[in-house]
């Protein structure tokens, strides 16, 4: 089953990515999930992050939200607001 996840980062938690990012890639090949594309957010003049997009297969809901909880800028508290849909890919 896939899923989306969009992601929206805390205005003042852009200086805690780099921070968390080494475990944040590691989570990603967790092998919980399987990423099928996935990368920031920017904003329209393309210099800096806002967010995140992640298009993964998971088993069920469940699993697919066991993933985003456990990963570290979830329990950091960076993201501010997230929306997770089942994805149904036409193209």
Request: with cysteine; glycine share 6%.
């Amino acid at each position: 089953m896939l899923f989306i996840l969009h992601c929206k980062l805390r205005r003042d938690q852009a200086s805690r990515l780099e921070q968390f990012r080494p475990q944040h890639f590691s989570h990603a090949k967790s092998g919980l999930v399987k990423i099928v594309n996935a990368g920031p957010t920017l904003t329209d003049d393309g210099r800096e992050i806002i967010g995140g997009v992640y298009i993964f297969e998971a088993e069920d809901r469940a699993t697919a939200e066991r993933y985003y909880s456990s990963d570290p800028y979830a329990r950091e508290g960076i993201w501010e607001k997230t929306l997770l849909e089942v994805f149904d890919k036409r193209v």
